[in-house]
């Protein structure tokens, strides 16, 4: 399955200037998700992050890592959308090289531990066949108030 960015919005509550992915390339519930962010250069963080040398927060890519993982756990846990899904927790991360404009991510999400409620996936996110970040990343749903 893919999804463009407006199906991805119906999914997870991002908007710009915080929508941190751009298109699901690959998606098989239970199993793993592949999404891209193009890292452009009029994004609001190259302003004032490194104005000289321009690179994206490492908390940035943390961000489109969780909302990758939140389309992923929403496919496998929650498909009739009636629960939010919330980043719980980074229990793990690991920087290996710049992501600059131009650049664009691939994400790669695989599970660890799902259970009903909550789980944990592990994140990887590549340049070309780079690994620029990894992470395990934790999740929880909450019924939506009426």
């Avoid at 890292?39 to 490194?50: P, R, Y």
């Amino acid at each position: 399955m893919q999804l463009n960015v407006m199906e991805i919005q119906k999914v997870i509550p991002h908007r710009f200037p915080f929508l941190m992915i751009d298109r699901v390339i690959e998606l098989i519930p239970n199993e793993k998700l592949v999404a891209i962010k193009n890292v452009t250069v009029n994004e609001h963080q190259f302003v004032g992050h490194f104005p000289n040398e321009k690179v994206m927060p490492g908390v940035l890519m943390i961000e489109a890592m969780a909302q990758a993982g939140c389309v992923y756990f929403h496919y496998s846990k929650n498909p009739e959308q009636k629960e939010l899904i919330y980043y719980l927790a980074k229990t793990e991360a690991k920087f290996h090289s710049v992501v600059v404009p131009g650049d664009q991510l691939r994400i790669e999400i695989t599970p660890v531990k799902l259970i009903a409620r909550a789980g944990f996936i592990q994140a990887k996110a590549y340049v070309g066949d780079k690994l620029a970040v990894e992470a395990q990343i934790g999740f929880g749903i909450k019924e939506v108030s009426k």
